[in-house]
């Protein structure tokens, strides 16, 4: 595992970069399967890594593609056997951290409920990074292809609220970038599994990467 409170009281926060990603699913009822769509689960997991191992990270997730001869991304694998081959894959890369929020039971749907949830879960996650001091994240951007850029807007948003609520400066970044950033597919893998277990569509699969990551439960 990545020695991060080590690196940390070495006094080197700014050489650590959170990726982030979301997964959400409605839960499922064990006995029949289906899914209950009033009741959705939503995660964020956040993967750190020192800047100084970002290229090497990088090389072994193109490298475990190559290998599985599929890419990873979770909700593409359709198989189980990929999904856990993949989840195993990761699991050997040694430089990631990861830190995942969720509620702590379902939300359920409403007005302009997925951003939400989403802003409550992004102010956890902001919230414990920065207790980390990590000042640097990441997250995939949900710009629109006509150049919209309001979704990105709102998470900006969040971290502006959050700086006149608390003592989290402008040294603390956020940047959005595109799915072609390799890393933020083990942030796709986890925050994807683990809504999987919490919704009851698969429970076997998280438990596999379960040890590599802190629960951060918000309301």
């Given at each position: ?10 006094g ?9 990603d979301e997964?959400?699913r ?5 006995r029949?399967g ?9 995660v964020?997991?956040?993967v ?7 290229d090497?990270?990088r090389?072994?997730i193109l ?9 990873l991304h ?8 990929r999904?856990?081959?993949?989840i195993?894959?990761?699991?050997e ?5 990861s ?6 039971k379902?939300?359920?749907?409403g007005a302009?409920?997925e951003?939400?949830?989403?802003a409550?879960?992004?102010r ?5 990074l920065?207790?980390l001091?990590i ?36 040294n603390f970044r956020l940047?959005?970038v595109?799915?072609?950033e ?9 925050a994807s ?5 919490l919704?009851?569509?698969d429970e076997?699969?998280y ?6 990551a802190t629960?951060i439960?918000?309301?």
């Amino acid at each position: 595992m990545l020695p991060i409170l080590d690196h940390l009281m070495a006094g080197k926060p700014d050489d650590l970069i959170a990726f982030i990603d979301e997964s959400k699913r409605p839960i499922r009822n064990r006995r029949t399967g289906k899914a209950d769509t009033t009741q959705w689960h939503y995660v964020l997991a956040a993967v750190v890594i020192m800047r100084t191992d970002l290229d090497n990270v990088r090389r072994k997730i193109l490298q475990i593609e190559a290998d599985l001869n599929y890419e990873l991304h979770y909700h593409e694998m359709k198989s189980h056997t990929r999904r856990r081959n993949a989840i195993d894959a990761i699991g050997e890369i040694t430089e990631w951290e990861s830190y995942i929020t969720e509620t702590n039971k379902p939300i359920k749907p409403g007005a302009d409920y997925e951003h939400g949830a989403r802003a409550s879960q992004l102010r956890s996650c902001f919230s414990y990074l920065h207790s980390l001091e990590i000042k640097n994240l990441v997250l995939e951007t949900r710009a629109m292809p006509n150049g919209n850029q309001t979704l990105d807007a709102k998470d900006a948003s969040v971290l502006e609220k959050l700086r006149h609520q608390t003592d989290i400066d402008n040294n603390f970044r956020l940047d959005h970038v595109t799915k072609n950033e390799t890393i933020l597919k083990i942030a796709d893998l986890l925050a994807s599994s683990r809504t999987d277990m919490l919704c009851a569509k698969d429970e076997s699969i998280y438990p596999r990467i379960g040890h590599r990551a802190t629960i951060i439960k918000s309301e």
